[in-house]
């Protein structure tokens, strides 16, 4: 989306969203292992994930003026792609994604702390203010970009300093032991391919901390539908 100007009688506001829709908003980054084992089936099921989160925060008005998505594709052999920039959930599209390649998560949440980071400090320049943002890293491997013991390491810096909070939840055949190192919370399995049940509680949740009092950090409890236990 094409960032703008909006004049008013005092000042000049950049990002025209901010000046139609001044309310607090909660960022949200998912970082997707779209590697070539995500091919087929995982792929089709994920993208459906997808589709069902857009409906969902766009039905929901409260959560469609405050919660800001920002979707990083992991991707290629070294590559971290953003599939959609910063956008309101009111103006967000699904992208569709493709599967191939290895799984350069270590790039991928580097770039999502550089955007969070980025996105903060447009919030504090236009007086908006902001929950602490999300991260959600869903794979069903594990890293295979050189140094994402350091850039793992980054994110639980990130975390211990209340910058950021980091889930990451793998899917079938993801190695877990790794995928904890980008978190200081466990990792959480999904079942099967349920992505399209794990983004509605996902849109679920972030509705309720993007309304919620200061400090309310805490997702909805209830991942039964999802959760592989």
Known sequence: MEKQTKKTSDETIPYVEFADNANERT????VLDCSGSMRGEPIKQLNAGLSALEKELKDDIDASSRVQLLIIKACGKDEAVISSDWV??????APVMEAGGLTPLGKAMELALQKIEEQKCLYDSCGVTSKRPWIFLISDG???DYGWEQAAEKCR????NKKVIIHAVGTQGANLEKLAKFSLMSPKRLTGLKFTEFFLWLSRSVSCISKAAPNADDLLEDINDWNDE
Do not use: K
């Not at 309101?88 to 599209?93: E, K, L, Q, S």
């Open 27 to 30: 960022p949200c980054v998912l």
């Open 88 to 93: 309101d959930a009111m103006n967000f599209t």
């Open 142 to 144: 594990e890293p295979t």
């Open 157 to 160: 810096y990130a975390q211990q």
